[in-house]
C-alpha cells in the first residue's frame, strides 16, 4: 500500500522518484523492506483506524500495528497523531 500511495505522490509531483526506485533506494541504504504479512490480516486491522477516511492511512498504520507496534517513516500529520511510533 505505501508503494501506491508513493507512486500516487510521484504521479502528483509532490515527491521526484517512482516508488520503485525510491523504495530500491531507501532498501539499500537502511536495510528497509517489504512487510509480508498477509494483506487480509492488515485490512483487518485497519478496520479499527477510524479516525481517517484516507484508505491508505487507515491501510499503513494497520500495518505497522500489525507488526507489533513497528515504527512508522511518515511526514503526514495526521499519522503523526495519530500514531505515536511515527518518524520523520
Not at 536495510?31 to 491508505?56: H, M, Y
Request: hydrophobic share 45%; charged share 30%.
Amino acid at each position: 500500500m505505501v508503494l501506491l500511495e508513493l507512486e500516487y505522490l510521484y504521479e502528483l509531483k509532490r515527491i521526484r522518484l517512482p516508488a520503485r526506485d525510491l523504495f530500491q533506494k531507501v532498501a539499500h541504504e537502511t536495510g528497509l523492506r517489504l512487510c509480508d504479512l498477509p494483506f487480509p490480516t492488515i485490512v483487518g486491522s485497519s478496520l479499527d483506524e477510524k479516525w481517517t477516511r484516507d484508505p491508505f492511512d487507515r491501510l499503513i498504520v494497520a500495518n505497522a500495528k500489525a507488526n507489533g507496534f513497528a515504527s512508522l517513516i511518515s511526514a503526514d500529520e495526521e499519522i503523526w497523531r495519530h500514531y505515536p511510533r511515527t518518524i520523520w
